[in-house]
């Protein structure tokens, strides 16, 4: 009869070793990418287009971060591109308002314009939640509704076109995105603080094991006393700031929104996330797997971009293969 503990245990750690080999999928993807983009274009190695692609994969991958933990609960949003581009368009629109009155400085107005951005992204992410929870609408029916609105809203105060910054306002804004810190431009950084942030709260706070326990199993969840209203909630205002964060870091580039900001970013964050290995059913989920999920979606963009293997133009047609086939091999875990 002593055997028996001895295989269970040695069974147990082949199972443990298979999950650590499983979670290092998305890495040796992405290692494989990289040296296959240095034999395709010599230039894809150099310090210049790695600042570009990390650059460039903060604002999907700050969203990103947000929706790890939506979708570990069990939820969805796809609005977070319209929603973006709202944020963008009223915080333009707004701090121009501010600037004609001529009443506050610039500064005064920038940092208002910064709280505006993460304001209303909390409040959106706030809506979504009570909707789906409290008006026990279906998160996908919620944020394919919003998304629309968010875009129809954006285009109204545009009037069909875009809106610009101020100039003064502009010249003030852009080294939030444009400048950097020891060599790494701004947007990283901030990028790697919010992937932080993220990974201790999943990972280390009581709030990150209530959203993996509803998504595990949201019933047994109610039964075990957890507020699973107010988490779910929570999870989509999380969300919501985190898209207010990308959309801070985004309006200096451009000093521009437009009915077509933002598009398709839900598409890349959701699959930055079930790349990285969260399940879509919800219940596990990593913030590191979802920010290499990120740079992996940015650099096989970057390689189609560098060479001519496909058109650049099928780049959203990419992720969305990547999406299913991830899907795919996912259907069995739950």
């Given at each position: 009869?002593?055997?028996?503990p001895?295989d269970?245990?040695?069974?147990?750690?082949?199972?443990?070793?298979l999950?650590h080999?499983?979670?290092?999928?998305?890495?040796?993807?992405?290692?494989?990418?990289?040296?296959?983009?240095?034999l395709?274009n010599?230039?894809?190695?150099?310090?210049?287009?790695?600042?570009?692609?990390?650059?460039r994969t903060?604002?999907?991958?700050i969203?990103?971060?947000?929706?790890?933990?939506?979708?570990?609960?069990?939820?969805i949003?796809l609005?977070?591109?319209s929603m973006?581009?709202?944020?963008?368009g009223?915080?333009?629109?707004?701090?121009?308002?501010?600037?004609?009155?001529?009443?506050?400085?610039?500064?005064?107005?920038?940092?208002i314009?910064?709280?505006?951005?993460?304001?209303?992204?909390l409040a959106?992410g706030?809506l979504?939640?009570?909707?789906?929870?409290?008006?026990?609408?279906?998160?996908?029916?919620?944020?394919?509704?919003?998304?629309g609105?968010?875009?129809?809203?954006?285009?109204y105060?545009?009037?069909?076109?875009?809106?610009?910054?101020?100039n003064?306002?502009s010249?003030?804004?852009?080294?939030?995105y444009y400048?950097?810190l020891?060599?790494?431009?701004?947007?990283?950084?901030?990028?790697?603080?919010?992937?932080?942030?993220?990974?201790?709260?999943?990972n280390?706070?009581?709030?990150?094991?209530?959203?993996?326990?509803i998504?595990?199993?949201?019933?047994?969840?109610r039964?075990?006393?957890?507020?699973v209203?107010?988490?779910?909630?929570?999870?989509?205002?999380?969300?919501?700031?985190?898209?207010?964060?990308?959309?801070?870091?985004?309006?200096?580039?451009?000093?521009s929104?437009?009915?077509t900001?933002?598009?398709?970013?839900e598409?890349?964050?959701?699959?930055a996330?079930?790349?990285?290995?969260?399940?879509?059913?919800?219940g596990?989920?990593?913030?590191?797997g979802?920010?290499?999920?990120?740079i992996?979606?940015s650099?096989?963009?970057?390689?189609?971009n560098?060479?001519?293997i496909?058109?650049?133009?099928?780049?959203?047609?990419v992720?969305?293969?990547?999406?299913?086939?991830?899907?795919?091999?996912?259907?069995?875990?739950?």
């Amino acid at each position: 009869m002593l055997p028996a503990p001895v295989d269970s245990r040695a069974s147990a750690r082949f199972l443990q070793y298979l999950n650590h080999l499983k979670g290092l999928g998305p890495v040796l993807g992405l290692i494989g990418l990289c040296i296959a983009g240095t034999l395709l274009n010599g230039d894809f190695a150099t310090v210049d287009n790695l600042m570009n692609v990390l650059t460039r994969t903060a604002f999907i991958g700050i969203i990103a971060v947000g929706m790890t933990f939506v979708i570990i609960s069990g939820g969805i949003d796809l609005s977070v591109g319209s929603m973006a581009a709202l944020i963008a368009g009223s915080m333009i629109y707004f701090m121009n308002m501010l600037m004609s009155a001529g009443t506050l400085g610039p500064l005064t107005i920038l940092l208002i314009g910064i709280a505006m951005a993460l304001l209303l992204g909390l409040a959106f992410g706030c809506l979504h939640g009570l909707l789906i929870t409290k008006g026990k609408i279906e998160a996908f029916i919620v944020t394919l509704g919003t998304l629309g609105i968010f875009r129809s809203v954006l285009t109204y105060l545009a009037d069909g076109g875009a809106l610009t910054l101020d100039n003064q306002l502009s010249d003030l804004y852009s080294p939030v995105y444009y400048t950097s810190l020891l060599g790494i431009p701004i947007p990283i950084w901030v990028f790697l603080a919010v992937a932080l942030g993220g990974a201790l709260i999943l990972n280390r706070t009581a709030f990150g094991r209530h959203v993996q326990a509803i998504g595990s199993n949201e019933q047994v969840a109610r039964y075990a006393a957890i507020r699973v209203d107010f988490v779910k909630t929570c999870t989509y205002m999380l969300l919501g700031v985190c898209v207010g964060i990308a959309t801070v870091l985004y309006v200096p580039r451009l000093g521009s929104a437009s009915p077509t900001t933002g598009l398709l970013w839900e598409l890349e964050a959701i699959a930055a996330v079930v790349v990285g290995g969260t399940a879509l059913k919800g219940g596990s989920g990593r913030i590191v797997g979802t920010v290499v999920g990120a740079i992996l979606l940015s650099v096989i963009s970057n390689i189609l971009n560098l060479t001519s293997i496909i058109s650049v133009y099928l780049n959203a047609a990419v992720q969305g293969v990547v999406i299913i086939a991830v899907a795919y091999f996912q259907r069995g875990r739950h």
